[in-house]
Structures are given as C-alpha cells and as structure tokens.
C-alpha cells in the first residue's frame, strides 16, 4: 500500500454547499450563483516548503512521492493566485492530464481537476470531460464546477452534464445546475424545472436561482419563498431547522445577486417587502440596491 493511499490526515471533501462558502478568489453563499467560482475546500496538512508549479507537477507525476493529493492541492492554490503564466498552459494541460489518468488516489484526481479549472482554459475541456465520467463523486464535482469556472461560450458536450441533473447524489445534481445555469445551456432550463420539486431542500433553492438566468416564472414561487424564510429563533437553534441563520442570509443575497444580474423584475414587490422588514441589515441594504437598480 503506497503512503498516499495511507495517508488518514486528509480531510473529506465536505459536500454541502450550502453549508461551505465557496473559497477562492470569489467567496458565494450558495452553489448557483451564476458566475465562475474555483472551490477549493480547506485541508490542514500543507506543504513545508514553498516549491515551483513545475516542481509540484513532478511531485504528482512521482511514483516514490507519497502525498501527491498534498502537491495537487498546493498547484491549485498557486495557479488560483495567478502564479502561472499562460504560456506554460500547455505544458501544465499537457502534464496534469496525464497525471490524472495515471492516480489510483481520488483526492489527487479531485485537486487536479481543481488545478485545472482554475486555469480557465478552453485546452483542459478534453481531460474534464474524461473526469465527468470518474467513479468518485467528489472528482466529478470538481469536474463540474470546474466546467462552470471555464469561460462563457465555450464548445462542450452538455450531455453528460445534463444527465447529472438525475444524479441520486444531491451534491452533484447542485453542481450540474451550477455549471449548465452559469453557461446558460438552452436545453439546461427544461431540464432544471422538475428539481423545483426535488426531495433535497438545498437542490430545490438552487434550481430555483438557476432558473433566474431563463427568466423562468416557474420558478417564482420557490424564489418569493426564499426571500421571505424567517430566520430561526434563539429556541429553534437548540433543534437546528432546516437551513440556520447564516444559510438563509447567504441564500438571500444569493438570490437578490442573480435577480439583479440577470435584470428581472418579476420580484420587485417581494423585493420591495424585504427591503423593509429584513431582520438582517445586511441582506434589507442589498435588497434596497437591488430594487434600486431594478427599476431604472
């Protein structure tokens, strides 16, 4: 057994994203904020020692270097810093590819997955479609996502990202909505709308926000619905409720970011109800701009 496989410091990916912010060069509260973000999530054992992207590309290629999910990790945060200069996109795309297919470790599959989607370079789309089809949920999220981080228009097979849509893992039906929403893929909207009433509450909120970026109004239910939750009371957060405190603000704001985005004014009254009995400032301010904005 090698002493990647036995390495039980490594944390697991934590998977609801409603309970994660993202962490990157963009912070969001919910998993369908409708623009690129990178998720990296937070381990504790990093690298003692500061090394060169090309040194940890070879730290991964290595077959006596034991942590390699540890030098994937540490890539991705360097190439997340803009650390990289573009014209070794290639060579990293070219590398990183092959070091995929060669892992047997699911974390490092997952963190070059991650490496690569924070590149946002059309060359990775091959080696993403590749790991769309990983036995490991926690490397297709990263997939998907890092799908979403690619610039808008680019040329991609959809298919198997809408059929993750059916996914019985929450986390990756989240994901897949993300991706397809933030690129807009036209076939994506009908297939959407049946998670409006999926059993996950968490799925549900999110189709609901995608659904904003097809100005669907099947949606609009679910969306006033959001707006209008009440946050929990002292007594209520000894029994935790479905979503707590923080959740509700950042999938309020989440909502009120993708309504003012995409310009559509069909909430405006609902707006215009929070921006008045808000019990969060924070979340009563944003609200007031957007309504503001709305309604030039």
Request: avoid cysteine.
């Amino acid at each position: 057994m090698s002493t990647e496989s036995r390495d039980s410091s490594a944390p697991q990916t934590q998977k609801k994203i409603l309970e994660n912010p993202f962490v990157g060069s963009l912070v969001v509260p919910i998993a369908i904020v409708l623009v690129g973000a990178l998720i990296i999530f937070g381990v504790t054992k990093m690298l003692s020692a500061e090394r060169s992207y090309k040194d940890l590309v070879n730290e991964i290629q290595s077959k006596t270097f034991g942590n390699k999910w540890v030098a994937a990790y540490e890539l991705s945060k360097q190439i997340n810093s803009a650390q990289i200069p573009a014209e070794d996109y290639p060579w990293l795309v070219e590398n990183l590819s092959v070091a995929y297919k060669d892992s047997v470790d699911p974390r490092t599959r997952g963190f070059i997955i991650a490496a690569l989607g924070a590149l946002r370079t059309e060359l990775a789309l091959p080696i993403l479609q590749v790991a769309l089809k990983d036995i490991d949920t926690d490397v297709k999220f990263h997939a998907v996502v890092s799908i979403a981080n690619m610039p808008k228009g680019i040329q991609f097979d959809w298919a198997p990202t809408l059929e993750m849509l059916k996914s019985p893992e929450a986390i990756l039906r989240q994901a897949s909505t993300l991706a397809l929403a933030t690129h807009q893929v036209p076939e994506a909207e009908e297939a959407i709308r049946p998670l409006l009433r999926d059993d996950n509450l968490t799925v549900k909120y999110a189709a609901a926000t995608a659904l904003i970026a097809y100005k669907d109004e099947n949606a609009q239910p679910l969306l006033e619905e959001i707006l209008l939750i009440k946050y929990p009371t002292e007594a209520e957060r000894v029994q935790p409720p479905a979503l707590d405190g923080k959740q509700i603000t950042d999938l309020k704001l989440s909502v009120l970011v993708t309504l003012e985005k995409y310009n559509w004014k069909v909430l405006n009254n609902t707006i215009l109800e929070v921006a008045q009995n808000d019990s969060n400032i924070s979340v009563a301010t944003k609200a007031k701009e957007v309504l503001n904005l709305l309604k030039k």
